[in-house]
């Protein structure tokens, strides 16, 4: 994602009420957060946010909470929420390499990682978010049953993370290989801003959900 350092965006971020600044603080009561005991969905690297907010809007009973590393790009998320505000969201600033500091074994029940940032260097590779070293940080709090969602027009990213999972506990439970001609795996599906603009120039989508593999 193209980064612009935006003036004024640390300070809009730390006044804004929609977004959580001591996210470490709610581990273990997200619930608490939201007032309700509902099922909880995190989109990790949420960019400007439609997907989330698109999401949410479609499940007024799950509730959501959208992470993002960089001020700026958050900042677009918070106008976003800010134009159309709904209570099943909540946003956080954050390096996701920390993100078993915020949520409590069993707490997430959706994992989405939607068109994360490629790091094409091996010596990089554990930055991705669908590596194995972050797969294991993703069981630590998935919920049993839980599942995690992936979804990229980067094929060689794609082929890494299909191999990363046999170095998990994870199993591949649905995969496509061109997301929106699949029926099946695009019903309900939500655009990421990075889809629309990839897809729109005929890439195709790829896709799967992991689960835990049954013991
Ligand atoms: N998910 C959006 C979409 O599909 O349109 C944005 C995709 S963009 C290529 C990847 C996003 O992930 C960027 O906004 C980037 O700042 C964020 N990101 C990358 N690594 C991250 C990390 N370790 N923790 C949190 N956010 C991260």
Redesign the pocket.
């Known amino acids: 994602?193209r980064?612009k350092n935006i003036p004024g965006s640390r300070e809009t971020i730390a006044a804004s009420e929609l977004v959580i600044h001591e996210p470490e603080k709610l581990k273990g009561k997200w619930s608490e957060e939201f007032g309700r005991k509902a099922p909880l969905a995190i989109?990790?690297?949420?960019?400007?946010g439609?997907?989330l907010m698109g999401m949410a809007e479609q499940n007024p009973d799950t509730d959501f909470i959208g992470?993002?590393?960089?001020s700026s790009?958050l900042l677009r998320a918070i106008q976003k929420l800010e134009a159309k505000p709904r209570d099943n969201v909540r946003l956080v600033r954050?390096?996701?390499?920390y993100i078993t500091d915020v949520f409590a074994p069993g707490e997430v029940d959706i994992i989405y990682l939607?068109?994360?940032?490629p790091w094409p260097k091996d010596r990089h590779a554990k930055?991705r978010?669908p590596s194995r070293q972050f797969l294991a940080r993703y069981d630590s709090f998935l919920k049993p049953g839980g599942r995690i969602e992936f979804k990229t027009d980067n094929r060689e990213l794609f082929d890494f993370a299909v191999e990363e999972v046999n170095e998990s506990v994870f199993e591949i439970k649905a995969i496509s290989y061109d997301l929106h001609a699949d029926s099946v795996m695009s019903e309900g599906n939500i655009m990421?801003?990075?889809?629309e603009k990839f897809s729109g120039l005929g890439n195709p989508i790829y896709k799967y959900i992991l689960e835990r593999k049954k013991a």
């Open positions: 994602m980064l989109e990790i690297g949420m960019g400007k439609r997907f992470i993002e590393k960089y790009v954050m390096d996701a390499e939607n068109f994360s940032d930055r978010l990421t801003e990075y889809e």
